[in-house]
């Protein structure tokens, strides 16, 4: 056990963040996206969802701070009727992170896929609801 880092952080998961360098991106994916066939790196995360592993990822991860949009989202498909208030915690999850951020961006969901496969990791966690995929770019941290 390491004190302050978040128990759902798994080992492996803790690697690879580390692993990841400036502009990396990592996908954490709901149970519906195609993980396993996506990712270069899969991180298993079931039982999970993704506000809870948003919340501790981002107390390890610094977001990047030299793109306007360093959180991606899947944008609904047009004619799909699905609300998305998920979007809201994530949006309060980050601004609680005390960095700056400027709202999400968000991508046609053929290109959000394109996009997942190169990312650096896919985490497949058990979230339900819909149009709940996030990709998050790694930023710097400064020395003080």
Do not use: C
Not at 35 to 45: G, H, K, V
Not at 104 to 113: G, K, M, Q, S, V
Not at 115 to 143: C, D, H, M, W
């Amino acid at each position: 056990m390491l004190k302050n880092i978040p128990s759902i952080l798994s080992p492996e998961l803790l690697k690879v963040l580390m692993e990841m360098g400036h502009g990396d991106e990592i996908v954490i994916a709901d149970g519906n996206f195609p993980a396993a066939s996506m990712a270069q790196r899969l991180i298993r995360s079931d039982g999970h969802g993704i506000p809870e592993m948003l919340e501790a990822v981002l107390k390890v991860f610094p977001l990047d701070v030299y793109v306007e949009k360093p959180a991606i989202l899947m944008q609904v498909v047009p004619g799909d009727n699905v609300e998305t208030p998920i979007w809201d915690k994530y949006n309060k999850i980050i601004r609680a992170g005390g960095e700056k951020f400027d709202g999400f961006d968000t991508i046609e969901r053929f290109a959000f896929y394109e996009r997942a496969k190169k990312a650096y990791a896919v985490v497949a966690t058990s979230e339900s609801a819909l149009y709940a995929n996030i990709i998050l770019k790694k930023g710097i941290i400064v020395p003080k």
